[in-house]
């Protein structure tokens, strides 16, 4: 091969690799990264049994939060969730003030309760289970999630920035909170099942 031939290889090459670094490096990183929730596509929900007839569904209408989550090990991790409790919301006007008093959430008191996570694990292809700590009602106690990843991209209009889908579910029995109202009878059932689907944005 001639000098000529070489050196206009060589170029063509480097203009090449220089081409596909440039797209690498354009393109989101899929490894550990930095979501924040999106406060708008964020759902915090719970179930409670009403006199074992049927279960109340309820949720909390505004919460933030934050984690880390790597796409390659599977791991979501530093998850900080913080719920204003006076948002507690079970389409009943009533039922709502009662929540919200000392029987229950004492929101006066207490207007925010938190989740902090300690640790994780990968169960499964998409599935993992985050171990952290609930703070409600002045108490702080060991918590469970198990968590799905759903689905990570750049999103299809608005921000278009890089985004993850998440659901995750846990529980905790409200007694162990002193929130202790109509639990002794069953009346008003002591687990409390929380279903959580929230999609974040990466920074």
């Known amino acids: 091969m001639s000098t000529i031939s070489r050196f206009f290889t060589l170029t063509a090459w480097?203009?090449?690799?220089?081409?596909?670094?440039s797209i690498r490096l354009s393109q989101p990183q899929a490894a550990s990264?930095?979501?924040?929730?999106?406060?708008?596509h964020f759902s915090i929900g719970f179930l409670v049994e009403h006199i074992g007839y049927a279960k109340i569904l309820g949720m909390f209408r505004k919460a933030e939060g934050q984690f880390i989550?790597?796409?390659?090990?599977?791991l979501l991790s530093e998850l900080n969730v913080l719920i204003h409790t006076e948002s507690v919301f079970t389409n009943h006007?009533?039922?709502?003030?009662?929540?919200?008093s000392v029987d229950f959430l004492n929101v006066r008191e207490f207007p925010e309760m938190t989740f902090?996570?300690?640790?994780?694990k990968r169960t499964g292809e998409r599935t993992g289970k985050v171990n952290g700590l609930l703070t409600l009602t002045g108490k702080t106690l060991p918590m469970n999630l198990d968590v799905t990843w759903n689905k990570s991209g750049i999103y299809p209009f608005g921000h278009k920035k890089y985004t993850i889908g998440v659901s995750a579910r846990g529980?905790?029995?409200?007694?162990s909170y002193d929130m202790n109202y109509a639990a002794a009878n069953g009346w008003v059932g002591d687990e409390i099942q929380l279903i959580i689907e929230l999609e974040a944005v990466q920074q």
């Open 116 to 120: 902090s996570s300690t640790s994780s």
């Open 69 to 74: 989550f790597d796409e390659d090990s599977l």
């Open 14 to 21: 480097t203009i090449t690799a220089a081409f596909i670094l």
């Open 171 to 175: 529980s905790f029995r409200r007694s």
């Open 93 to 100: 006007k009533k039922r709502d003030d009662h929540l919200r």
């Open 33 to 40: 990264a930095e979501y924040i929730i999106d406060s708008d």
